[in-house]
């Protein structure tokens, strides 16, 4: 049963555009949702994130939108640059996982920005 | 430079031949945790660490092991590994609830 889906498997956009990278989300109890950038050959890196107490975050070019009624989060980057190539992952976690603060990963979108 | 530092970066072993998997943190974080990417299905956890001694199962703990000895580190054991086991493992650590998760640059196991 996969918690976090990213349906999307690749996306490609024109450098300067914006992209748009979706994330549903089945369960209920998730209260804070980040997105990690993954180069090949390195560990994914966090970008953003966003509790759920809120329905938007802005840090720069990234700006990450939770709609909680439709289980929905999505990663909008504007304007998008050749370096944001990249797979990016959706995950959550929940505070009542107790002592593991477990992610729960979508299986990732391959970005590609053309120039 | 705060890291986490796996090792190695690429294995290639044969069926059997028990293997371990170093993972080291520099920023003192009581948290540590393994997970393995496969394709098509994300990131899955194996185990977790809340501190040293304490450890648990994650989703996928079948065939692993782990230790907490130090806080720094957090070693993945494969006592007899089997080809299903190939996958790329990735260490991650964080100072707690809420903050971020940080991983190590991955390794890359082949089991034949």
């Known amino acids: 049963d996969q918690q976090v889906k990213q349906n999307s498997p690749s996306l490609s956009v024109q450098e300067g555009r914006i992209s748009i990278l979706n994330c549903d989300y089945t369960?209920?109890?998730?209260?804070?949702f980040l997105w990690y950038k993954k180069y090949p050959a390195e560990g994914p890196t966090f970008l953003i994130s966003?509790?759920?107490?809120?329905d938007k975050n802005e840090d720069g070019r990234f700006t990450v939108f939770l709609n909680k009624s439709a289980k929905h989060l999505s990663l909008h980057i504007v304007p998008s640059q050749p370096g944001d190539s990249a797979v990016y992952f959706c995950?959550?976690?929940?505070?009542?996982?107790?002592?593991?603060?477990?992610?729960?990963f979508g299986k990732g979108t391959l970005l590609t920005v053309n120039p | 430079e705060a890291q986490v530092t796996q090792n190695p970066r690429y294995l290639i072993t044969v069926t059997g031949k028990k293997l371990t998997v170093t993972c080291s943190q520099n920023m003192n974080h009581e948290y540590m945790s393994w997970y393995r990417q496969d394709p098509g299905l994300g990131l899955r956890q194996i185990y977790y660490s809340m501190n040293v001694e304490v450890t648990d199962k994650g989703d996928v703990p079948e065939g692993y092991k782990v230790s907490r000895k130090e806080k720094r580190n957090f070693p993945l054991i494969l006592e007899s590994p089997s080809p299903n086991q190939t996958s790329l493992y990735f260490c991650?650590?964080?100072?707690?609830?809420?903050?971020?998760?940080?991983f190590g640059n991955g390794t890359r196991l082949t089991v034949t």
């Open positions: 995950a959550a976690s929940s505070n009542s996982g107790g002592s593991n603060y477990k992610l729960t």
């Open positions: 991650a650590s964080s100072a707690g609830l809420g903050f971020t998760l940080h």
């Open positions: 369960n209920s109890m998730f209260d804070y």
């Open positions: 966003i509790s759920s107490i809120k």
